[in-house]
């Protein structure tokens, strides 16, 4: 994880988290807490994950619940393979 705070108060925040379903085709999440809090809701947020395969075995990932100190990322395959998340958040500090 990491984080770069500008001058004119914006923050931009980044990292990943594994998650692992445990059933196939039903979203598994995972909370994350912000390197930083920002002082509200991240203005823009961004879920990449890291696959050869979306689209056919990777069917969905998505975010919910953002907060000023995190949010909690989801995934969604064909099996119950780990599949790594990357995030990036952007917000203000101050």
């Given at each position: ?52 395969v979306p689209g056919s075995t990777v069917t969905g ?34």
């Amino acid at each position: 994880m990491g984080y770069i705070k500008y001058d004119n108060g914006i923050i931009e925040q980044w990292g990943e988290v594994t998650i692992t379903p445990t059933t196939a085709n039903t979203p598994r999440g995972q909370a994350i807490n912000f390197p930083v809090p920002f002082i509200n809701v991240p203005e823009n947020i961004n879920v990449t994950p890291n696959t050869a395969v979306p689209g056919s075995t990777v069917t969905g990932w998505s975010f919910a619940v953002p907060s000023a100190t995190g949010m909690t990322l989801y995934i969604t395959r064909t099996n119950t393979t780990a599949t790594t998340l990357h995030w990036r958040a952007l917000g203000h500090w101050k």
